[in-house]
Nanobody
Framework: QVQLVESGGGLAQPGGSLRLSCVGS????????IGWWREALGKEREKVSC????????YYADSVKGRFFISRDNAKNTVYLQMNSLKPEDTAIYYC?????????WGQGTQVTVSS
């Protein structure tokens, strides 16, 4: 069964950094485009970043451009989201997403809280 597991969330101070991980099971992540999304309290889930499967092209939402960086470690079957210069408005549950044969899979999410 396809499963995605996120980790790496936690509490960070404004200006701090966190690195989120998305690990896949039962499939090989490098064969798929992987997206990171977030959902803040009371807001709709929004796309933060994604990385393509074929050429490694990346996308970033304007709100995180220059601060967040997505990458893959195929040997570990993991996709990372490096988050730098964190702001309170980055507080949200972060999810990774994969689409296989028209079916969308989400992980369980990892909470990121940015507060002093």
């Amino acid at each position: 069964q396809v499963q995605l597991v996120e980790s790496g969330g936690g509490l960070a101070q404004p200006g701090g950094s966190l690195r989120l991980s998305c690990v896949g099971s039962a499939f090989t992540l490098e064969h798929y485009a992987i997206g990171w999304w977030r959902e803040a309290l009371g807001k709709e889930r929004e796309k933060v970043s994604c990385i393509s499967s074929s050429d490694g092209k990346t996308y970033y939402a304007d709100s995180v451009k220059g601060r967040f960086f997505i990458s893959r470690d195929n040997a570990k079957n993991t996709v990372y989201l490096q988050m730098n210069s964190l702001k309170p408005e980055d507080t949200a549950i972060y999810y990774c997403k994969l689409v296989q044969w028209g079916v969308t899979y989400w992980g369980q999410g990892t909470q990121v809280t940015v507060s002093s």
